[in-house]
């Protein structure tokens, strides 16, 4: 049986090519149908797997202006990557932010509230970081690598490489 | 003597060329979030590249033609037409995201907008395409790329215990984030068997006019140099691992992956994980360029050859040099570098199958291999694999609006 695709008489250049073997039956069709179906349902993540992304993304980005911030501060990291690195961690916090404020239904759960807030601030955050590197001021960077520290959720506080 | 020597050197230069963009990008995500899960992803990967490479210099050395030519002359234009545009269109993508990652490394070292880069690297790859033979691009860059080696430096240091990394190896299922764990299996395989890299394999070996003594140094040179090659990506998961993932940093950017650096390189952490991005990424974009010209002109009966002058051959010099112009007015566009791959990387996966059902047939065609055709084990594995490839196609879309984070 061939793959019509219902396109008239064209034929399936597989089926051509390959000398009569049959590649998809009208079953098999079905079949592939079926899967992609579930796929595209499993699609629709749930809005709790949405948060969780979120929270896992803002961790990160956390962690990657405190070690960007510490690299800069010993000396390891140039004033111009660690400027771009802090750069980018903002506009990945706020992608973040405007992910979660793109729905009011996923906006209106207290957790995802919470979320925003937290993005917000940390993109306040890394806006002073990111001045305080282009300053070349070291104090001010500590001070706001403090209150990003301050900010952490308690799961994010420990930063010391563990085994994975 | 001659013949191993040139079989060391292409192991040598397949080790330096098996780190780019994606391999990078896609070990370093896996190792940031899965820990040392996914090594069995990378190993899996490496062997089903080395199986495919084999089997391409294996018809080019027996039959004289490169993959492309030989679907062309067993299965008529019109096929070779659907390969052809399929495999373009995945090229032209993979070469916007290998001139993403060289322009990103660039970017890492002086802190300048990337698309700055653009030009002067597209051109510096002119440079090489039109004035390097065939031995200059893929032994030269090759060498050159050794300075990946650095990712197997940085696990080194890191010191992994064997009992650690030995029973990631063998699949498991994830303790969290199924659909992420699953995107990354794929994007690993895609990121690692393009395409590119079959017919590019099988046009050296006619570059270099391998014939049938070679088969034992073509086994050899795919085995090995894609075996070493694939420690450079292990490494570079291991580093994620070991860095990243427990700092709770994720691969979102280039500049989070270079973190990965810090606490083993101090002040050269930045400037050693540029310049292995950025020579492994130029390398793969010379040679996806190349390969560009070696497609369209295979494909379209051309004249084609590294080793020729090129005007001689000026329809495939021209296709390659037009393949690389349009993937930089293409990365002007604008895009995330990263997205780009993986996307780049998804539609691999997509077109693997057009890709390795011809394999299947052609191996076995007694005009072209003679009596090197595969042997039941190498059909059987080809088998599955086509089933495998066809339901990654079937999966990847669905993974990437789920797991592509």
């Avoid at chain 1, 008489?9 to 590649?23: K, Q």
């Avoid at chain 2, 013949?3 to 060329?17: A, D, H, R």
């Avoid at chain 2, 062997?47 to 050395?61: D, K, N, P, Q, V």
């Avoid at chain 2, 790329?145 to 498991?172: I, M, R």
Wanted: glycine content about 10%; some cysteine.
């Amino acid at each position: 049986m061939c793959w019509e695709l219902g396109v008239g008489s064209w034929e399936c250049p597989f089926r051509r090519a390959l000398d009569g073997i049959t590649l998809a039956t009208h079953a098999g069709v079905r079949w592939c149908v079926l899967l992609l179906i579930a796929l595209l349902c499993l699609a629709c993540q749930g809005q709790s797997a949405k948060l969780d992304d979120a929270q896992q993304s803002v961790d990160s980005v956390r962690a990657t202006a405190t070690t960007v911030v510490r690299g800069w501060l010993a000396g390891d990291l140039s004033d111009q990557f660690a400027g771009a690195a802090i750069e980018r961690a903002y506009e990945l916090s706020e992608q973040t932010r405007t992910d979660l404020t793109a729905s009011p239904r996923l906006l209106a759960d207290r957790r995802a509230a919470s979320l925003t807030e937290d993005c917000e601030q940390l993109s306040r955050l890394l806006a002073r970081l990111g001045a305080s590197i282009h300053r070349g001021d070291h104090a001010a960077a500590q001070t706001a690598l403090a209150d990003i520290g301050a900010h952490a959720e308690p799961s994010t506080r420990a930063t010391s490489g563990d085994a994975p | 003597m001659k013949k191993i020597g040139n079989v060391v050197l292409g192991v040598i230069t397949s080790i330096g060329g098996f780190a780019e963009v994606g391999s990078v990008s896609t070990a370093a995500q896996a190792g940031a979030q899965f820990g040392l899960q996914l090594l069995w992803a990378i190993a899996a990967a490496a062997l089903i590249l080395a199986l495919f490479s084999e089997m391409s210099g294996r018809l080019s050395s027996v039959s004289g033609r490169p993959f492309a030519s030989a679907v062309r002359e067993r299965f008529g234009f019109h096929f070779q037409l659907t390969l052809l545009a399929a495999e373009f269109l995945t090229d032209f993508m993979l070469l916007t995201a290998e001139l993403g990652g060289a322009a990103i490394a660039l970017h890492l070292l002086t802190g300048l907008d990337f698309r700055w880069f653009f030009i002067p690297i597209a051109i510096a790859a002119l440079v090489v395409l039109w004035l390097g033979n065939f031995s200059f691009i893929e032994n030269g860059l090759g060498l050159v790329g050794l300075v990946t080696l650095v990712f197997v430096v940085a696990a080194w240091e890191l010191h992994p215990a064997t009992k650690q990394l030995a029973p990631n190896f063998v699949p498991s299922m994830p303790t969290h984030d199924a659909a992420r764990y699953a995107f990354l299996v794929v994007s690993i395989v895609g990121a690692t068997v393009s395409p590119y890299l079959l017919n590019f394999y099988g046009s050296g070996a006619v570059e270099e006019k391998w014939n049938e003594s070679d088969i034992w140094s073509n086994r050899v040179t795919a085995f090995a140099g894609i075996g070493f090659g694939a420690v450079v990506s292990m490494a570079t998961l291991v580093a994620a691992a070991f860095v990243l993932g427990p700092r709770h940093i994720q691969v979102e950017s280039y500049e989070q992956a270079a973190l990965m650096f810090v606490p083993l390189f101090g002040r050269w952490a930045v400037l050693l994980f540029a310049a292995a991005l950025g020579i492994g990424c130029f390398s793969a974009a010379v040679e996806i360029a190349l390969n560009g010209g070696y497609i369209m002109a295979q494909g379209f009966g051309w004249p084609w050859g590294a080793n020729k002058k090129r005007l001689e051959t000026a329809r495939f010099s021209g296709a390659m040099t037009l393949m690389l112009v349009a993937a930089v007015l293409f990365a002007f566009v604008g895009f995330d570098p990263l997205r780009l791959t993986l996307i780049s990387v998804g539609v691999t996966v997509i077109i693997m199958p057009l890709v390795v059902l011809p394999m299947l047939v052609l191996m076995n065609d007694e005009d072209l291999v003679k009596d090197y055709r595969s042997g039941p084990i190498g059909n059987g594995i080809l088998a599955a694999l086509t089933i495998v490839a066809a339901l990654m196609a079937l999966v990847v879309v669905p993974l990437e609006i789920v797991g592509g984070g």
